[in-house]
């Protein structure tokens, strides 16, 4: 176990130590997020549908897509100057590199969305901090989601050379339960509604997250084999 | 007996049961234009029926199949399972296509709108577009241990999802028709549609079996090819 921990936070370590230095796909996620959060606001009709009734959706299209693009980096990372092949030398279990990954990811991804979400009630007028844990909790809960999935994908892509296509093909199937419970959820919080009508989302998305985060941790091994 | 013999004749069964399996579909046709009555409802639109279930049932089974055949490929690691499971998903887009297809051109007299989102649609067009996925992946991976592995992951993922998926969109809102035939009281079909369903159902079982022996056929000689062509240089 403390060998598992100890890998893991390397390799997490290493890669947010790339990326506070490159900043490169920090800097792209975050501007791409700001550009489809400005796309979606004109994605209807202004004067029949108000921009409150397509935030939910705007909010969590943009964690989406801002996810996808950040998920593709992880393993791609590695694929220049064989970097996998050093990192599978080193003597750390197999289950440490997907736990690292993805610790790294969820930061990765969870930067880009606190900053979104700021931006989010500036463009679109919405009183989130009404709410606000409880959209706190609902984004987590779909980011792990995201991310576990989207860590072992990345990892799958990486073997082809399609990397950027073959992601969000694979991907994006698997980010429905999150994302339409993510909507919903959201939506609700943002009315105003109470508690009790959270519940079957949450349950869903919580399931969700066991089941994908164990399959992904365990099929992350086949993963690597060659 | 080399394996290229007897891919070639497991591809000789294949096509025999695929012969056998269009003469009953010719079968089932006339049986359900002329000796099978028009629903009084739907009228004439309703012999879709015949064609829509069976190759849904057709796409289920075959996508079952690769998702159970991803397991056992993760177990056991033998190379011809990742074969068939590839076989039955490439039969299995096939007759998803025909359940794809059929349903609008049923849902546009009857529902009075092409597609709508409803739980099994959604979740049906997601396993679709998902093993379109699973046999791009498999034309951009070179390596044939890496591609078995690969895609066996995407299997078992994907046999996952699919209940999510559906609990997903019921919890969205649904409008498919609820069964009538595979439900906890007795089919609410009368015999003689019943028949006909169930002769399709057996038809189109019979199609996908033909299919996918065909199929897996034809993986075990490209297999065996690429290794001459491996070995020759």
Redesign the interface.
């Known amino acids: 176990m403390g060998a598992l921990l100890r890998g893991a936070w390397a390799i997490a370590v290493k890669d947010i130590a790339i990326e506070w230095r490159t900043k490169t796909a920090f800097a792209s996620g975050l501007v791409f997020a700001v550009l489809v959060l400005a796309v979606l606001f004109f994605s209807r009709d202004p004067t029949a549908v108000s921009s409150q009734d397509i935030a939910p959706g705007a909010l969590w299209v943009t964690f989406t897509f801002a996810a996808m693009l950040g998920l593709n980096r992880a393993f791609l990372l590695e694929r220049e100057m064989h970097g996998l092949d050093g990192i599978l030398l080193t003597p750390v279990p197999r289950s440490a590199i997907f736990w690292g990954k993805f610790a790294a990811n969820l930061v990765f991804v969870g930067t880009i969305e606190a900053i979104s979400v700021p931006l989010f009630v500036l463009f679109y007028d919405v009183p989130i901090w009404l709410r606000f844990p409880e959209v706190v909790l609902v984004i987590a809960m779909a980011t792990i989601a995201f991310v576990a ?1 989207g860590t ?1 994908l990345s990892a ?2 990486v ?4 990397a950027e296509l ?1 992601l969000p ?2 991907l994006l ?2 980010l ?2 999150p994302l ?2 993510g909507v ?1 959820l959201t939506a609700r919080l943002l009315e105003g509604r109470p508690l009790s009508d959270l519940g ?2 949450l349950k ?1 998305i919580g ?2 997250d066991i ?2 985060v164990t ?1 992904s941790a365990l ?1 992350f091994q ?2 690597l ?2 | 007996m080399t394996l290229r013999d007897s891919a070639a004749r497991l591809g000789r069964i294949g096509a025999g049961i695929t012969v056998l399996a269009f003469l009953g579909l010719a079968a089932v046709y006339v049986r359900a234009l002329v000796y099978t009555p028009v629903e009084a409802n739907q009228g004439a639109a309703q012999k879709i029926f015949y064609v829509h279930v069976p190759a849904a049932w057709s796409a289920l089974i075959a996508i079952s199949v690769t998702g159970l055949l991803s397991i056992l490929y993760l177990w056991l690691k033998d190379r011809r399972i990742d074969l068939a499971a590839a076989a039955s998903a490439e039969v299995g887009v096939a007759f998803a296509t025909i359940m794809l297809t059929t349903g609008p051109i049923w849902g546009k007299p009857i529902w009075g709108t092409w597609w709508t989102w409803d739980a099994r649609l959604t979740s049906t067009l997601f396993l679709f577009l998902l093993f379109v996925g699973y046999l791009v992946l498999r034309g951009v991976l070179v390596d044939p241990t890496v591609r078995a592995n690969l895609s066996a992951v995407i299997g078992v993922l994907g046999m996952i999802l699919v209940p999510f998926i559906h609990l997903t969109v019921y919890m969205f809102r649904t409008l498919h028709p609820a069964p009538i035939v595979l439900k906890p009281s007795a089919p609410s079909l009368p015999g003689v549609m019943l028949v006909t369903l169930m002769s399709s159902l057996g038809v189109f079982t019979l199609l996908y079996i033909g299919f996918m022996m065909q199929r897996y056929a034809l993986g075990l000689l490209r297999e065996a090819r690429e290794e001459e062509m491996a070995n020759a240089s």
Do not use: H, I, N, S
């Not at chain 1, 073997?159 to 399609?162: D, S």
């Open positions: 999935v072992l799958m892509v073997r082809t050379r399609y073959m093909l694979l199937p698997f429905v339960p339409v419970g919903q079957g989302w869903l399931a969700f089941a994908f399959l099929l086949v993963v084999e060659e």
